[in-house]
Each structure stands twice: as C-alpha cells, then as structure tokens.
C-alpha cells in the first residue's frame, strides 16, 4: 500500500506566473484535502475534493482552484502567482467521507520571486 | 472562526526527560488530531482522538472535549521526537465536507 505521494517537491516561480501540483491519494482514499503552510505557522485548510468535486473551501482566493480525476488524484492550480504564495503545500487523503483521518503527503515547497 | 492554541511554543528537554504538550481549542468540534511535522516537513499522524485516552508506546494523548482541550504526553524523550507537534480540530465546513484547523505548533528539541 502506498501512502500519499505529491510532486514535485521544489518549485522556484516568478510572480505573476501559474503553477500545478499535484498529488497521488492513499490507495482505496477517496477524499482529498489541500493546505498551505507558511514558515513558521500551521497548515491552513485550502479546499477538499471529494468524488471529483470541490465540498469544502478554505478562505483562499479564487486563483486558487483544484481538479480531482476518477482516480482520485488531484492537482492543485494557483493562477497570478505572488510573493506571498511562497509555502509548502500539503496534500491529504482520507478514507471515508465526510470525516475520517487525514494522512498527509511530503509537501511540494513552492518559492515565488 | 474556531482559535486552536498550543503551548508552549517551544520547548527543550533532555534525553530521557518527560513533557506535557496543550491544545485549547475555543469551539466544539468533531474530532481532533495530533501530528508530528518532522524537519523535512512531512506531517506523521499520532492520534485521532475526539475523546477519551490513547497510548502507543511512549506517546499518549487525552482529549476533554467538554472542556475544550487535549494533551500530548511524551515520555523518555528522545531526540528523534525533536520537531513540531501539532494539534489539528476538524469542524464541519459546509457543502458535506469537514475541515483540519491547526494550532501554531510546538517546537521540541531533545538535546542529548
């Protein structure tokens, strides 16, 4: 069984540009969760997709949207990038829905100049 | 929204030594966890614990949901316990899906 896998792992943008991450759920998860975590601070919740639709949402502009496919995977997607996009971006999956525990990924350290 | 505070914020121990971790949280929530974020980032999954006592081996947690508060017990730390411990609640967040708030963490360093 494999655990939740996310890629890539670094990403250097510039501002204004967009970015896609992605990430691969725990074997049989059907629900993935997004968060952003600034240095020194928690993980904030960003949006959960739960049988390829978006059920929950974080208060995160619109720039930042989401896709999950039929087999679970999901990306990420942050439009108009800025300096303050500069995080590690963690990637969740779960087993059941609504409410189970979260197994979270590596993260993707994404640094926007 | 729901506040989730930690303490203390940072906190060092020599080998050996036992700690108590706090999380207040300032709403009911429906469950609770705790991480541990080690320094490469990756968050490892302690317990899911919305009440009542949990151990595996020298982690133990307690959760007071009445009382809006849970702690993280570590015994004879070592220094591969050294990182961030979080406390995460999860509250129902609309449209069928429910939401992880994290506390600010609390840094442990285990010196030897």
């Known amino acids: 069984e494999t655990g939740v896998t996310q890629s890539p792992t670094h990403l250097i943008k510039t501002r204004g540009q967009q970015v896609t991450l992605r990430c691969s759920s725990q074997?049989?998860?059907?629900?993935v969760s997004w968060y952003q975590q600034a240095l020194g601070q928690g993980p904030q919740f960003i949006f959960q997709?739960?049988?390829?639709?978006?059920?929950g949402r974080g208060n995160f502009p619109p720039r930042f949207s989401g896709l999950q496919f039929p087999n679970y995977s999901s990306e990420l997607n942050v439009n108009a990038l800025e300096l303050d996009d500069s995080a590690l971006y963690l990637c969740?999956?779960?087993?059941?829905?609504?409410?189970?525990?979260?197994?979270f990924g590596p993260g993707t350290r994404l640094t926007v100049l | 929204g729901i506040q989730v505070e930690q303490s203390p914020p940072d906190l060092i121990l020599q080998e050996g030594a036992n700690s108590t971790l706090r999380c207040n949280f300032s709403?009911?929530?429906?469950?609770l966890q705790w991480f541990h974020q080690n320094p490469w980032g990756q968050l490892i999954n302690l317990f899911y614990?919305?009440?009542g006592t949990k151990q595996n081996g020298r982690l133990s947690a307690t959760t007071v949901a009445t009382e809006r508060y849970s702690l993280l017990y570590i015994s004879s730390s070592q220094t591969t316990d050294s990182g961030v411990y979080f406390c995460?609640?999860?509250?129902?967040?609309?449209?069928?899906?429910?939401?992880?708030?994290f506390g600010k963490g609390t840094k442990l360093s285990v010196i030897p």
């Open positions: 969740a999956s779960s087993l059941a829905h609504p409410s189970d525990t979260q197994y």
């Open positions: 074997s049989g998860h059907n629900t």
């Open positions: 997709y739960y049988r390829e639709e978006e059920n």
């Open positions: 709403d009911s929530v429906n469950n």
């Open positions: 614990i919305p009440s």
């Open positions: 995460a609640v999860e509250q129902y967040s609309g449209a069928g899906s429910y939401q992880l708030t």
